[in-house]
Structures are given as structure tokens and as C-alpha cells.
């Protein structure tokens, strides 16, 4: 009887259960990233929208749901980045564990002090605007670390016995980010680059970090494509501001910028990715920075 107790209580132990990973699905790949490095070997991490993609327009695929329903735990942004189409996704999953109020949902964006909230009353005439602020924080390595902190809380709290792990792995992200961003920085001053038009305001966080003026944006509105009338405008602003560089994100349509370079044909355009899996150069967080930097740098 003795023999028989002890084998149940050993395949109880080393069942598939025992050793079974947190489900980890993030909204965007630069989460997905920082998922990843922070659970280790702890958690199996999906990613919902691509590297390549535009986060704010992602079709509601049914294979998404299936991804959510299965999930311990749903990481998104917030502010209103993935308001068009994950409300679809959790309502399909119908995963009561992800849903709001629940340890399973997480948004990290509100977390983090997002930059560009506005006050007063905001209306659709305005374009595309996000009232409770600028949700592209995974821009900032400096934030980055520190939802990589976040993230580690919120799966020891799912998982408890490896709440140490993850709070270390957390930091040691948080730790590199930080060391490599006074490299980055210093390498954008010696560029001489203190002014950069964009297509969206995709980079705000990255501009802010840095200490780059985004003033001038190829978007008449956000969410509203360039119009020859505010192309001619943008034309005028980067000669009286001698602006010299245009960085447009890769999910964007560069050849707007064709009549700008015909007008200033001594400007430099860059196009660039803006999150992990972006391009085939941009695998990870560091080559993301990393690559933007170099674009400012003219090195890539």
C-alpha cells in the first residue's frame, strides 16, 4: 500500500501538469519580446500582431481567438492602440482568466507615464487621437525596462515559484537597457541630429528619450494620409527649421516623400522598423534601438 502511495504521489509530481508553462499572449511583437526574456523557460509566449504590421489596424482572425482562449495571461498596451480589434478577440475566446479586472489581463501602457495625454474634449475631427496619450511606449527603452518589470510581477503572481526568476531576468533587462541607451544617446549627439520629421507619431517616446524635435509630421492628422497641401507645408517647415532627415515607419508608404526630396533634394529619408520582427535586421529589443540609431546616424 505503502509502494503504491508513493508511486501516485511521483506521477503526480512529474505529470505534464507539474511541469506545465504560463500561456503568454501579447498584443504586439515588442512585448511578445520582452514576455519572452523575462518567463525563460517558464512560459510559452504568442504574439497576436506582426513586427511588420500597423498595431492599430489587426484583422480579428479566428486562429487570434484560439490563441486568446488558451492564455493565462493577455499583455497589451492599452490607450487605445488595440481598440479596433482585441475587444473582438477576448469576447470570442470567451477565456474568463483575460478578462478585465482578472490577473489574466494586463495593460501596460497607462503604467508607464505615457506622454501626449490630452485634456478637453477630443472629437473624430481631430484625426485618429488617443485621449489617454501617445501608445507606442515600447519606443523607450527606458519604459521598456520598465514594463519588463511589470510583466515580472504579474507572472510571479500567476506563478509564485518562479517569482524570483522572473524578477531577475526583469531586471537584467531592465539593466541593459539602461547602460545602452547612454551609448545611444551619446552616438545621437555626436550625429549633430536634433530635428527628425516622421510619418506618424509613432517615435514620440524614442524622440522624447533622446531629445530629438518631432514637430513636424507627414500626417496632416493622426490616422489621416499626407495631402499635397500639407506636403508643401512640411516643404516649408524643413527649410525654415533646416531639417535634414525624414524617418518614415516601414509599415507606412515612403513614396510620399518623393515630391519632398524633389523640393530638398540635400535631405536624407530613412525607412525604418518600429518594432522587433520589423525587418529581418530587427530580431530583438536591442537590434530595434539599435537600428534606429544607426538610422539617425546614416549607417544603415
Known amino acids: 500500500m505503502k509502494q503504491i502511495f ?4 511521483l506521477l503526480l509530481f512529474f505529470s505534464p501538469l507539474a511541469f506545465a508553462k504560463l500561456n503568454v499572449v501579447t498584443t504586439i511583437s515588442d512585448l511578445r519580446a520582452v514576455a519572452e526574456e523575462v518567463g525563460g523557460e517558464h512560459v510559452s509566449v ?66 508607464v507615464q505615457p506622454i501626449e495625454v490630452t485634456t478637453g474634449k477630443v472629437s473624430r475631427a481631430a484625426g485618429d487621437v488617443h485621449p489617454l496619450g ?8 527606458k519604459r521598456l525596462g520598465d514594463i519588463a518589470v511589470i510583466i515580472s510581477k504579474r507572472l510571479g503572481e500567476l506563478d ?14 531592465q539593466s541593459r537597457l539602461i547602460t545602452k541607451s547612454a551609448d545611444w544617446k551619446a552616438r545621437i549627439e555626436r550625429s549633430g541630429i536634433k530635428k527628425i520629421v516622421s510619418y506618424h507619431k509613432t517615435l514620440s517616446y524614442f524622440f522624447d528619450r533622446f531629445q530629438i524635435s518631432n514637430e513636424v509630421i ?12 500639407h ?70
Request: hydrophobic share 40%.
Open 6 to 9: 508513493l508511486v501516485t504521489i
Open 46 to 111: 504568442e504574439g497576436i500582431a506582426k513586427g511588420t504590421q500597423d498595431p492599430h489596424f489587426i484583422e480579428a482572425k479566428p486562429s487570434f481567438m484560439i490563441k486568446v482562449s488558451r492564455a493565462d495571461l493577455l499583455v497589451s498596451v492599452g490607450l487605445d492602440l488595440e481598440v479596433g480589434w482585441l475587444p473582438s478577440l477576448m469576447q470570442g475566446a470567451r477565456n474568463p482568466k483575460i478578462a478585465k479586472g482578472k490577473s489574466g489581463f494586463l495593460e501596460v501602457g497607462s503604467l
Open 134 to 141: 501617445n501608445p507606442h511606449v515600447t519606443l523607450d527603452p
Open 160 to 173: 509564485p515559484g518562479n517569482a524570483v526568476q522572473y524578477e531577475r531576468n526583469a531586471k537584467s533587462l
Open 218 to 229: 507627414l500626417e496632416p492628422k493622426p490616422g489621416l494620409p499626407p495631402t499635397s497641401g
Open 231 to 300: 506636403i508643401l507645408n512640411v516643404i516649408d517647415l524643413m527649410k525654415n527649421q533646416k531639417i535634414s532627415l525624414i524617418l518614415v515607419e516601414n509599415y507606412f508608404d515612403p513614396t510620399v516623400t518623393n515630391k519632398i526630396v524633389k523640393e530638398l533634394p540635400n535631405i536624407r529619408i530613412e525607412t525604418v522598423a518600429v518594432a522587433v520582427d520589423g525587418s529581418p535586421q530587427v530580431k530583438t529589443i536591442d537590434d530595434l534601438f539599435e537600428k534606429l540609431v544607426a538610422s539617425i546616424e546614416g549607417k544603415n
